[in-house]
């Protein structure tokens, strides 16, 4: 049986010529890639690339089976670290969820109310976008629109866009392509780009220093922050806690930004990002000119150039903050494993526990949290079932918490978001005054 490196297996990318490990075995999967039920672009990310904890998220046990006939030779080597797979703890947590589902006869990936939630988010930002530029002449009611267009914006990336990108929206894949082709429209920032980073790369290895896109930190030469006691410490690095929280405020144009310069590189992070399909480049082109001109094409016919200027910053100040600090508070915070050493020393060994260990739920009984977080205070249920759309979380959320303590795992869970607000802002003030620790 022939044996592939990692560096021979990421060359082996493209539909043609697909191929993906799991297991420490190598499959040749081109000829799959139009049967499968989840559509083929699911199987173009993850081309070129081991596979094993997605796939295990994703799908069933029985799946497996499904891969013996393209079994084409083992892999050699590893380009991250692979924890072991299954264990007692997953199994009978991923039984017990499946039986919450089937005997309730309820779809995983469908909820009405959810979709009636998207569609209100979308129409309140475009109803906010509209009367902006209604009311561009109000000196209070203009900055206040654009901060309330901002803000459902923000809704749209966190609430719609997020389950398009880990395929959770319908089983029918042209449902999540659409609705994230839209939400791009909108938010400008590419699906495509953001799925190599999160849903292959950080939700793959959370908080594994050089693995996690999220918290990739440069040693080598200063960085905006300092997460963990592996960078040098400066002087500014003590006052991060009070200036992070202005810097998110730009994370949507970073993002922005940053996409193209992914695309250009073909790289996102830590995760190659393999050659896209004539589809996929035309929907990266056409979403990033429609929300140009949604932006300023459209406003400049009714909105002097200043005040267009100034309502589009207050836009994105609003959207990244609440991007920023949704997204910030789960992972990076001084409880979870990880961020402090910039290692997992006394790490689980198996994935799913490790997913637990590297992430803090926070105000889960709150109706307000769940929805204006995109669900995101339920994190571990997300990151065990990131195929579940998120609405289904609050009912996951006890049966994970009690598979936990019957198995030991130590879930983690602050009550409120602002307990979670200072965890996170406590972490950095303690490693803006920690001295460096390198061994």
């Known amino acids: 049986m022939k044996r592939f490196t990692w560096q021979e297996l990421s060359l082996l990318n493209q539909r043609h010529n697909a191929h993906v490990a799991y297991r420490g075995k190598v499959y040749d999967i081109s000829s799959f890639i139009d049967k499968h039920p989840g559509g083929a672009d699911q199987l173009l990310y993850g081309a070129g690339k081991d596979v094993t904890h997605i ?3 994703y799908h069933p046990s ?7 006939q393209y079994l084409v030779g083992e892999l050699s080597t590893n380009e991250f670290e692979v924890l072991e797979t299954g264990g007692e703890f997953y199994s009978a947590l991923k039984e017990k969820v499946s039986t919450y589902f089937k005997t309730n006869n309820i779809d995983a990936k469908w909820d009405p109310w959810m979709f ?25 009611l203009a900055p206040a629109l654009a901060l309330l267009w901002g803000f459902f914006s923000a809704m749209v990336a966190i609430a719609i866009n997020h389950d398009a990108g880990h395929f959770a929206i319908t089983h029918k894949p042209w449902v999540w392509k659409w609705v994230a082709a839209v939400a791009e429209c909108l938010i400008g920032t590419s699906t495509h780009i953001w799925i190599y980073q999160h849903t292959f790369g950080h939700h793959t290895y959370p908080n594994v220093d050089g693995a996690d896109p999220d918290v990739l930190v440069h040693r080598d030469k200063p960085d905006i922050w300092r997460i963990n006691q592996t960078q040098e410490r400066r002087a500014r690095y003590g006052y991060q806690h009070l ?7 730009f994370l949507g144009i970073k993002m922005r930004l940053q996409d193209f310069h992914s695309l250009w590189l073909a790289v996102k992070g830590t ?25 300023f094409v459209v406003p400049s016919l009714y909105v002097p150039i200043g ?12 959207y990244g903050f609440w991007l920023g600090i949704v997204t910030q508070l789960n992972h990076i915070n001084s409880r979870v494993l990880g961020p402090s050493s910039g290692r997992l020393e006394g790490a689980p060994r198996r994935w799913a526990e490790v997913q637990v260990a590297t992430a803090q739920d926070y105000a889960t009984d709150s109706w307000f949290w769940t929805v204006f977080t995109g669900s995101l205070n339920h994190q571990v249920s ?3 079932f990131p195929s579940v759309i998120q609405s289904h979380y609050p009912k996951i959320t006890p049966i994970v918490r009690q598979t936990c303590a019957e198995y030991g795992v130590n879930y983690l869970c602050v009550p409120t978001t602002w307990d979670a607000i200072c965890s996170h802002l406590g972490h950095l003030k303690r490693m803006g005054q920690e001295h460096s620790n390198t061994m």
């Not at 004539?278 to 949604?294: G, M, N, R, Y």
């Not at 005040?307 to 609003?318: K, P, R, T």
């Open 116 to 140: 009636l939630r998207c569609i209100v988010f979308y129409l309140l930002a475009l109803t906010c976008w509209y009367l902006m530029i209604t009311f561009h002449s109000w000196r209070l």
């Open 307 to 318: 005040s267009l200027l100034f309502l589009n910053l207050v836009y994105d100040v609003m």
């Open 382 to 384: 997300h990151h065990l």
């Open 271 to 295: 995760v190659r990002v393999n050659p896209l399909t004539s589809s996929q480049l035309a929907v990266f082109l056409v979403s990033k000119a429609a929300h140009c001109v949604l932006r």
């Open 243 to 249: 200036y992070m929280p202005f810097l998110y405020c």
């Open 62 to 68: 029985k799946a497996c089976k499904v891969l013996d």
């Open 55 to 57: 796939f295990d998220s």
